[in-house]
């Protein structure tokens, strides 16, 4: 059992930390009030082979492992929780099907572009009446010559204005329950299909969430992603990589939230005495400490066992569900800290707080991550 990280996933820890420190924090906060989307900064990170990181190099990608690919969300959402969460779902939600489950003409004429970072990829699957229930979608595709006609709406889909290729399911046999939903790839621009309203949220404000309409949009019959009926199997499959991006997403906004509040109890000075050395918050920060790092060994198993071609549904279950919960202890925590001045835009740890709200909610809720860690360790019952 090994726990160092390799030279390479050493290598790219670091220059991911030394881009966010030196691009990303100095417009951190602007980010966050004006809901600007960074464009800049995505193109910059495309240069730096980050926006395709585990993407193989024959598709445009930089082929490091998964574990590269959480070190470099972990350290970006350190950071910018907008930026990590964009990185998080363009990567293991958009590109990561294409790749999974796309033939071999869908891989080299889409993945090129967007691991680059010239462009970007959304996954539709949530619906108004399909959220905790993804099975529930009512979007359909219906096959007509040498095109399927796709009727719904998706909401809360990150990026999905903005994308260039959306990832949606939708049902192709009403029949067949599960077995009879699909995915496919649509592409921005394709006749019958608009972008809605972007959504104002309380956090992550940096990052685009959009509803999208489909009125008898027109997609090529080879944009089938895989074979009919395949859709729910993969979008499965997808969210458990994707549970592993958001894991990472809430250690990073932890270990920024930690980071803030260890430096101002060294410097917040009550009773003649700087914070730091009152038992009340050494014990807050050893808590902090001790939850981010059993966060990290957890999201970092996921990613080992996904490595290693093993099933990892329960492991990432896990590790987004504990490191989720520990990043909101860790942030309220940090606010507690700093006091009334925690409360304050001012201080990053009001907005880390904010942003990591997400994380417990997106790639499926908690409740969700633990009835999946149920099922696993229990069965059929």
């Known amino acids: 059992m090994d726990f160092a990280l390799s030279e390479e996933q050493q290598m790219?820890?670091?220059?991911?930390?030394?881009?966010?420190?030196?691009?990303?924090?100095?417009?951190?906060?602007?980010?966050?009030?004006?809901?600007?989307?960074?464009w800049e900064i995505i193109r910059k990170m495309g240069n730096l082979g980050l926006m395709g990181l585990p993407i193989p190099e024959e598709?445009?990608?930089?082929?490091?492992?998964?574990?590269?690919?959480?070190?470099?969300?972990?350290?970006?959402?350190?950071?910018?929780?907008?930026?990590?969460?964009?990185?998080?779902a363009h990567t293991s939600l958009g590109l990561y099907p294409i790749y999974r489950f796309g033939t071999e003409e869908q891989k080299r004429k889409y993945l090129p572009h967007l691991a680059s970072g010239q462009g970007l990829a959304a996954f539709g699957l949530t619906e108004p009446e399909a959220g905790?229930?993804?099975?529930?979608?009512?979007?359909?595709?219906?096959?007509d010559g040498d095109h399927w006609v796709i009727n719904g709406q998706k909401i809360f889909i990150t990026s999905g204005s903005i994308a260039d290729v959306v990832i949606i399911a939708a049902v192709t046999d009403k029949s067949a329950g599960t077995r009879g939903i699909s995915s496919f790839i649509v592409e921005k621009g394709t006749p019958g299909f608009r972008p809605g309203r972007?959504?104002?949220?309380?956090g992550l404000k940096g990052s685009v969430t959009s509803q999208l309409f489909f009125e008898d949009c027109r997609v090529p019959k080879e944009n089938l992603l895989g074979e009919p009926g395949e859709g729910y199997k993969q979008f499965l499959i997808t969210l458990d990589g994707g549970r592993i991006s958001i894991g990472a997403m809430a250690i990073g906004l932890a270990q920024g939230a930690f980071e803030a509040a260890v430096k101002y109890s060294k410097e917040r000075v009550q009773f003649g005495q700087p914070i730091a050395r009152?038992?009340?918050?050494?014990?807050?920060?050893?808590?902090?400490?001790?939850?981010?790092?059993?966060?990290?060994?957890?999201?970092y198993r996921a990613a080992w066992?996904?490595?290693?071609?093993?099933?990892?549904?329960?492991?990432?279950?896990?590790?987004?569900?504990?490191?989720?919960?520990?990043?909101?202890?860790?942030?309220?925590?940090?606010?507690?800290?700093?006091?009334?001045?925690?409360y304050m835009k001012e201080y990053d740890v009001e907005r880390i707080y904010r942003d990591n709200r997400l994380t417990t909610i997106g790639e499926g809720t908690s409740e969700i991550q633990r009835l999946v860690i149920a099922r696993q360790v229990l069965g059929e019952i």
């Open 305 to 342: 066992l996904k490595d290693k071609g093993v099933r990892f549904t329960r492991e990432a279950a896990m590790a987004k569900l504990y490191a989720s919960e520990a990043a909101e202890r860790a942030c309220f925590k940090a606010i507690q800290i700093h006091g009334g001045y925690g």
């Open 12 to 38: 790219i820890r670091k220059t991911v930390r030394d881009f966010a420190e030196k691009e990303i924090r100095p417009i951190a906060r602007e980010i966050d009030t004006t809901g600007q989307f960074p």
């Open 198 to 202: 972007d959504e104002e949220k309380m």
């Open 59 to 88: 598709y445009g990608g930089s082929g490091a492992d998964t574990i590269s690919y959480a070190l470099a969300v972990e350290e970006i959402s350190r950071v910018s929780g907008s930026i990590g969460i964009t990185l998080a």
């Open 278 to 299: 009152f038992q009340a918050i050494q014990w807050m920060i050893a808590d902090m400490a001790t939850e981010i790092d059993a966060a990290r060994l957890l999201v």
């Open 132 to 143: 905790s229930d993804a099975a529930a979608i009512k979007t359909t595709a219906v096959l």
